[in-house]
Nanobody, 119 residues
Framework: QVQLVESGGGLVQAGGSLRLSCAVS????????MGWFRQALGKEREFVGS????????DYADSVKGRFTISRDNPRNTVYLQMNSLKPEDTAVYYC????????????WGQGTQVTVSS
């Protein structure tokens, strides 16, 4: 099992920044890729970006390229989502997820953290 706990969400004005954290514990040796997703009210969950558990490469949705950066702190087993130049349309619940070497897709999910961007 892998446990994921997100933190760092909150309310920010448009143009501002937030950094989300995802603390990872459990069978971390089984993880292949870490992803960030978001779900806005009334919309489907969408991919934001991902990072290999080794720390690279990364991948981003077009909507966040150049504004969001994913990184990983190896000693702390924590994955970060740095969000800059935030827009009201970035408002959503943000989730981190883990894909393991032994399955298909993202098998483990955190509880989510709310990000609200005011105009």
């Amino acid at each position: 099992q892998v446990q994921l706990v997100e933190s760092g969400g909150g309310l920010v004005q448009a143009g501002g920044s937030l950094r989300l954290s995802c603390a990872v514990s459990g069978r971390t040796f089984s993880i292949n890729v870490m992803g960030w997703f978001r779900q806005a009210l009334g919309k489907e969950r969408e991919f934001v970006g991902s990072i290999s558990w080794s720390g690279s490469p990364t991948d981003y949705a077009d909507s966040v390229k150049g504004r969001f950066t994913i990184s990983r702190d190896n000693p702390r087993n924590t994955v970060y989502l740095q969000m800059n130049s935030l827009k009201p349309e970035d408002t959503a619940v943000y989730y981190c997820a883990a894909a393991t070497r032994y399955g298909v897709g993202y098998a483990y999910w955190g509880q989510g953290t709310q990000v609200t961007v005011s105009s």
